[in-house]
């Protein structure tokens, strides 16, 4: 009978969870001790099932990236403003629910090419979306700059709420009325009122 495997995907997962949590509070150079001593292992097993330290940051971070991709995937096909704005519903509410992955994706971290590389897919979906809105002649400029400037305003609104800086009765009403304001700075004139307040 062979000898146990001790260190499984189980635990790569969790230390992955317990990782990310820590992560989201310390930043990138948290340590290592707190981490395996939280699931019970040594610090054995991040070398023996990530490779490097630098490595574990790095399945970190494209993990939290790729759930928060998969989140906005899931927003079905509709006209520009509709998708559009399920996207950025799609996203207030993964981050809801995933607060320390949503520290970790646009946190500080340690700069490599498979984190930057995560990192450029995350407003992809949303940059698709306002691609198309400005193909169909419903919002203006270039994909790339709209949609920054976009995230910009949803990523700030939903850092803000994640510190509780906005009430919770009032916080669905600020972020409606923080999305027709951008809709409005973007859209051509014909489309300006297709997003009410």
Known sequence: MGRPRLHD?????????AATDLMAVEGPDFSLRPLVASVGTSTSAVYSLFGSRGELLEAITVRAASSFVEAQEEVADGSPVERIVALAHAIRSWAADHAAM???VFGRT???????EARDTTTQ?????????????VLHGDAETTTRMIFAGVHGFIALELLGHY?????????DALLAAMWRGWATPEHIDALAA
Do not use: K
């Open 125 to 137: 979906p949303l940059q698709d979306a306002v691609a198309s809105a400005i193909e169909q002649g």
């Open 167 to 175: 009430p919770a009765d009032e916080a669905d009403a600020l972020y």
């Open 102 to 104: 949503f520290q970790v």
């Open 9 to 17: 995907e189980h635990l790569r997962q969790r230390l992955l969870e």
């Open 110 to 116: 340690n700069a490599s090419p498979a984190i930057a």
